[in-house]
């Protein structure tokens, strides 16, 4: 059975319902229908979320598909909730581009899913929206102050803020605008990147209600006058209008699991180029409101669980109790030299030799203080000897590992890794410490982070990246904290190295500054922020029947 087919089959409960299992009244809802509501971000309590504990889930390096981490926070909190723990999973938004894409739906699979699906996987309450129409306003001021004679004196071969559209499509990645004479704009190069690589996206998910919201909006650089001086968003007054279209926007979205498990979604970042997490306000909305809060983090350890830990926890002062490290038979393999095609079959030499990348990620886990559980996501293809050989492995390390079942039986699927980590958050006092200060120097905290996770034996700039990083220092940017960009593929920068790669270099070839979101961006190799469609888009196996049923959507 498809997952859309299990998503509809479910009996969908009204959502004031589920907003009573978190002791919610229905008068404090914003209601978008039956089935999603708003929450107001009053019900964050400080106190509350002292005692509630927050746990991480991440990944091994993925396979062009994914390893299941979105399923298996889903079928964890469910878990949590049936051995008798008041759970809420607290997860990202899909964008629409991928869904559009090359991985379809991201609601989860099987037995451990968020509905409505149809809903959160298209435009769900807008606010992918809403960040597309307050990016572009900023791109339409910077024009239009580039067009006045009384203008800012900004230099337009200064200005790297483009604009945004929630969808693949390659042929806006380079454009040029202001074509057709001097009414029509000064012409100079631009582009389109994806919603989900705004730093108004990024932004949204570090601030702490509406007025931090808008003060980081005004934040944003955005290029630098003839004589050189910075210029940010608040210098064409822009932050007030951004913040007003994303009123709502900064609400979290409150929806369920099939089991009918509280389930919090708010704000799309990638991993790859921004931090990957959902908002601060998400995560704090669900701390306090349950006492346990499962979250994931995009991609694997060394993108989307460090800048969780370095980036939202350090500025959200946030204590995570628990970390799952997600792994499949399959991405081993992957990782120890199969074919992408033939992951289907036994291979246990294969297999081991994969194990070099999964023993990578339980080590960077171990940087932060955490021995993380190690959850196998059960394929239909795994053989019982593949299953073996990874349980002793994990034994042999002293790493709890538990086999997880999560899209065929749900919940009851994870159990087992329900108890564990309930077991670990036990174990956890204050276990978790960042892997950097944000008070050291912008090139120790790259180094840092290239050396420790990725385990790169040095850093290496380019003339333009050490130019950004001094002139970021001069500006007073020294203390923000760093986002790196680079592969997903790899634990390195080079998407060609799999499994663990060992004494290679990390170039950085450029830095971007977002100041909004309040970090640094070094980039490594060529990061794609405007995705293009592959040869059969999941756009085409999607439609809708004269009643409104949608199929297709994974």
Request: hydrophobic share 40%; charged share 25%; with cysteine.
């Given at each position: 059975?498809?997952?859309?087919?299990?998503?509809?089959?479910?009996?969908?409960?009204?959502?004031?319902?589920?907003?009573?299992?978190?002791?919610?009244?229905?008068?404090?809802?914003?209601?978008?229908?039956?089935?999603?509501?708003?929450?107001?971000?009053?019900?964050?309590d400080?106190?509350?979320?002292?005692?509630?504990?927050?746990?991480?889930?991440?990944?091994?390096?993925?396979?062009?598909?994914?390893?299941?981490?979105?399923?298996?926070?889903?079928?964890?909190?469910?878990?949590?909730?049936?051995?008798?723990?008041?759970?809420?999973?607290?997860?990202?938004?899909?964008?629409?581009?991928?869904?559009?894409?090359?991985k379809?739906?991201?609601?989860?699979?099987?037995?451990?899913?968020?509905?409505?699906?149809?809903?959160i996987?298209?435009?769900?309450?807008?606010?992918?929206?809403?960040?597309?129409?307050?990016?572009?306003?900023?791109?339409?001021?910077?024009?239009?102050?580039?067009?006045?004679?009384?203008?800012?004196?900004?230099?337009?071969?200064?200005?790297?803020?483009?604009?945004?559209m929630?969808?693949?499509?390659?042929?806006?990645r380079?454009?040029?605008?202001?074509?057709?004479?001097?009414?029509?704009g000064?012409?100079?190069?631009?582009?389109?990147?994806?919603?989900?690589?705004?730093?108004?996206?990024?932004?949204?998910?570090?601030?702490?209600?509406?007025?931090?919201?808008?003060k980081?909006?005004?934040?944003i650089?955005?290029?630098?006058?003839?004589?050189?001086?910075?210029?940010?968003?608040?210098?064409?007054?822009?932050?007030?209008?951004?913040?007003?279209?994303?009123k709502?926007?900064?609400?979290?979205?409150l929806?369920?699991?099939?089991?009918?498990?509280?389930?919090?979604?708010?704000?799309?970042?990638?991993?790859?180029?921004?931090?990957?997490?959902?908002?601060?306000?998400?995560?704090?909305?669900?701390?306090?409101?349950?006492?346990?809060?499962?979250?994931?983090?995009?991609?694997?350890?060394?993108?989307?669980?460090?800048?969780?830990?370095?980036?939202?926890?350090?500025?959200g002062?946030?204590?995570p109790k628990a970390?799952?490290?997600?792994?499949?038979?399959?991405?081993?393999?992957?990782?120890?030299?199969?074919?992408?095609?033939?992951?289907?079959?036994?291979?246990?030499?294969a297999?081991?030799?994969?194990?070099?990348?999964?023993?990578?990620?339980?080590e960077?886990?171990?940087?932060f203080?955490?021995?993380?559980?190690?959850?196998?996501?059960?394929?239909?293809?795994?053989?019982?000897?593949?299953?073996?050989?990874?349980?002793?492995?994990?034994?042999?390390?002293?790493?709890?590992?538990?086999?997880?079942?999560?899209?065929?039986?749900?919940?009851?699927?994870?159990?087992d890794?329900?108890?564990?980590?309930?077991?670990?958050?036990?174990?956890?006092?204050?276990?978790?410490?960042?892997?950097?200060?944000?008070?050291?120097?912008?090139?120790?905290?790259?180094?840092?982070?290239?050396?420790?996770?990725?385990?790169?034996?040095?850093?290496?700039y380019?003339?333009?990246?050490?130019?950004?990083?001094?002139?970021?220092?001069?500006?007073?940017?020294?203390?923000?904290?760093?986002?790196?960009?680079k592969?997903?593929?790899?634990?390195?920068?080079?998407?060609?190295?799999?499994?663990?790669?060992?004494?290679?270099?990390?170039?950085?070839?450029?830095?971007?500054?977002?100041?909004?979101?309040?970090?640094?961006?070094?980039?490594?190799?060529?990061?794609?922020?405007?995705?293009?469609?592959?040869?059969?888009?999941?756009?085409?196996?999607?439609?809708?029947?004269?009643?409104?049923?949608?199929?297709?959507?994974?």
């Amino acid at each position: 059975m498809k997952d859309i087919d299990i998503a509809r089959a479910a009996q969908i409960k009204p959502i004031v319902q589920i907003a009573e299992k978190l002791s919610v009244d229905s008068d404090k809802l914003e209601l978008y229908g039956k089935y999603k509501a708003k929450l107001p971000l009053d019900l964050i309590d400080e106190e509350k979320m002292s005692k509630s504990k927050l746990i991480l889930v991440t990944a091994i390096t993925p396979t062009p598909a994914g390893e299941g981490k979105t399923t298996t926070s889903i079928g964890l909190s469910q878990a949590l909730n049936r051995i008798g723990k008041a759970s809420t999973v607290v997860l990202r938004e899909p964008s629409l581009g991928p869904v559009f894409g090359i991985k379809g739906g991201a609601a989860g699979g099987g037995y451990s899913q968020v509905i409505p699906m149809e809903d959160i996987n298209l435009h769900f309450t807008g606010d992918l929206s809403a960040v597309e129409k307050a990016h572009n306003l900023l791109a339409a001021l910077i024009d239009n102050d580039l067009q006045k004679k009384d203008n800012l004196g900004l230099d337009p071969r200064t200005v790297t803020w483009k604009r945004v559209m929630d969808m693949n499509e390659r042929a806006l990645r380079r454009i040029v605008i202001g074509l057709g004479g001097p009414k029509e704009g000064v012409p100079r190069e631009s582009g389109f990147n994806i919603t989900a690589a705004s730093e108004v996206m990024a932004t949204l998910c570090m601030a702490s209600d509406l007025q931090d919201l808008k003060k980081r909006l005004g934040n944003i650089y955005i290029g630098q006058t003839y004589q050189g001086l910075p210029i940010f968003a608040r210098d064409l007054r822009a932050q007030g209008a951004m913040a007003a279209l994303m009123k709502d926007a900064i609400k979290p979205n409150l929806v369920q699991t099939l089991e009918g498990t509280p389930a919090i979604i708010h704000g799309g970042p990638f991993a790859n180029i921004a931090q990957g997490t959902n908002t601060i306000i998400a995560t704090k909305m669900g701390l306090s409101l349950s006492d346990y809060v499962v979250t994931e983090a995009g991609f694997a350890s060394e993108l989307g669980a460090e800048k969780f830990f370095n980036i939202k926890c350090q500025y959200g002062k946030l204590s995570p109790k628990a970390v799952v490290l997600v792994a499949t038979i399959r991405a081993l393999k992957y990782h120890g030299g199969a074919d992408l095609d033939r992951l289907n079959e036994e291979n246990l030499d294969a297999l081991k030799e994969g194990f070099a990348n999964l023993d990578k990620h339980i080590e960077n886990m171990q940087h932060f203080g955490f021995s993380p559980v190690v959850a196998i996501n059960r394929f239909i293809s795994d053989s019982n000897d593949e299953i073996d050989a990874v349980e002793k492995h994990c034994q042999n390390k002293g790493v709890k590992v538990s086999l997880v079942d999560g899209w065929a039986k749900g919940g009851e699927g994870a159990e087992d890794l329900a108890h564990k980590i309930v077991d670990s958050v036990s174990e956890c006092n204050s276990c978790f410490t960042p892997l950097y200060q944000l008070d050291w120097s912008l090139e120790k905290k790259i180094e840092t982070i290239a050396t420790k996770m990725y385990g790169a034996s040095k850093v290496e700039y380019t003339v333009k990246a050490k130019a950004v990083l001094a002139k970021a220092e001069k500006m007073g940017f020294g203390k923000l904290a760093v986002c790196m960009a680079k592969t997903q593929k790899s634990i390195s920068d080079d998407q060609y190295k799999k499994n663990r790669p060992e004494n290679f270099t990390v170039k950085i070839r450029e830095i971007e500054i977002s100041s909004g979101a309040g970090f640094i961006v070094p980039i490594a190799g060529t990061i794609m922020r405007m995705p293009g469609l592959p040869k059969v888009p999941s756009a085409e196996n999607i439609d809708i029947d004269g009643n409104g049923n949608i199929t297709g959507l994974f």
